[in-house]
């Protein structure tokens, strides 16, 4: 089994920050991709943003320049930095992982619970 452990989210101002991880444990044999995605009340869930073991990132267009997606490969963790947060931007954010529990094994994705990051104007 492989779990999934969000942290970090809360209630901020517009034009604050917050900074989100998520680590995952249990039967990995490798991670290969993580990211986050949000979903808002009454939207369908949306990417924000995607990291590869490689180092390669990707972003929503309303995100970029503003949160930075990182990864630590050791700790089998994927971190959200959030600046200049908008209203916007008030959403449950949940990352997933897509892994290989054994060598050549097939790709499976695994999401963290959510967490609540709310942002007042």
């Known amino acids: 089994q492989v779990q999934m452990v969000e942290a970090g989210g809360g209630l901020v101002q517009a034009g604050g920050a917050l900074r989100l991880s998520c680590a995952a444990s249990?039967?990995?044999?490798?991670?290969?991709?993580m990211g986050w995605y949000r979903q808002a009340p009454g939207k369908q869930r949306e990417l924000v943003a995607t990291a590869t073991s490689g180092g390669n990132t990707n972003y929503a267009d309303s995100v970029k320049g503003r949160f930075t997606i990182s990864r630590d490969n050791a700790k089998n963790t994927v971190y959200l930095q959030m600046n200049s947060l908008k209203p916007e931007d008030t959403a449950v954010y949940s990352c997933?992982?897509?892994?290989?529990?054994?060598?050549?094994?097939?790709?499976?994705?695994?999401w963290g619970q959510g967490t609540q990051v709310s942002v007042s104007s």
């Open positions: 249990g039967s990995i044999f490798r991670i290969i991709d």
């Open positions: 997933n992982a897509d892994l290989r529990v054994r060598l050549n094994g097939p790709l499976f994705r695994y």
